[in-house]
């Protein structure tokens, strides 16, 4: 069967999303290549051509899945209604038992930044743009009066640690953390960062 020929940027579409999914299945240590092109049926030559080195390749599958979900906080945030209700809805999300991508991958990402200078600088540059989306909304609802915040960078920065650290636990750990404890603690969180009771949260 003759492959249709594509763009370089669906090209490169392809290459990233089944990056993507060969690293959450096999981890970034163990991918090669190789791996990438079997399954499109194409050349190891092909994906070199498109990003030079496997470690390129890996920075740029983890900018890929970034950029999606930076995406889809941004338009959660940036919803109708309160602050505080729209906050709410970027932790459930982004907690791991959310719908954010899955956390494998982005434990993955740090673990392998440590040694990939490239690498490093995606998951940095991510998680600056996840902070300053957060730190951006909070500060947003206490000059609305909805709360108070004395320091909104300080706050995005405690709770982007929980929801990291608790990725991290329900990920190597499953079973340890029941769904309803992860959600209820990321509320009592973010409440606490608001100077809130939980129950408020959903207020519109």
Not at 41 to 52: R, T
Not at 85 to 103: E, M
Not at 171 to 184: D, E, N, S, V
Not at 186 to 193: G, H, P, Q, S
Request: charged share 25%; aromatic share 6%.
């Amino acid at each position: 069967m003759t492959r249709v020929r594509l763009s370089v940027a669906e090209r490169r579409e392809e290459i990233l999303s089944t990056a993507v999914g060969q690293i959450e299945q096999r981890g970034v240590a163990a991918l090669r290549v190789a791996d990438v092109a079997a399954v499109l049926g194409v050349s190891s030559a092909l994906v070199i051509y498109h990003f030079e080195t496997k470690e390129k390749l890996v920075a740029a599958a983890f900018q890929h899945a970034a950029e999606g979900d930076l995406a889809r906080l941004r338009s959660i945030l940036g919803r109708t209604g309160s602050a505080r209700r729209r906050l709410r809805s970027a932790v459930r999300w982004y907690s791991p038992t959310g719908q954010a991508k899955g956390w494998k991958i982005w434990i993955e990402g740090w673990a392998a930044s440590l040694r990939e200078t490239e690498l490093r600088a995606v998951t940095e540059d991510l998680d600056r743009q996840w902070k300053a989306a957060i730190s951006e909304v909070i500060a947003e609802g206490a000059e609305a009066g909805e709360y108070v915040c004395p320091d909104p960078k300080v706050a995005a920065w405690r709770l982007t640690a929980l929801l990291d650290g608790l990725a991290v636990q329900a990920t190597a750990y499953a079973g340890g953390l029941p769904k309803r404890t992860i959600q209820a603690w990321a509320d009592e969180a973010l409440a606490r960062e608001l100077g809130i009771d939980p129950s408020e949260l959903a207020a519109n």
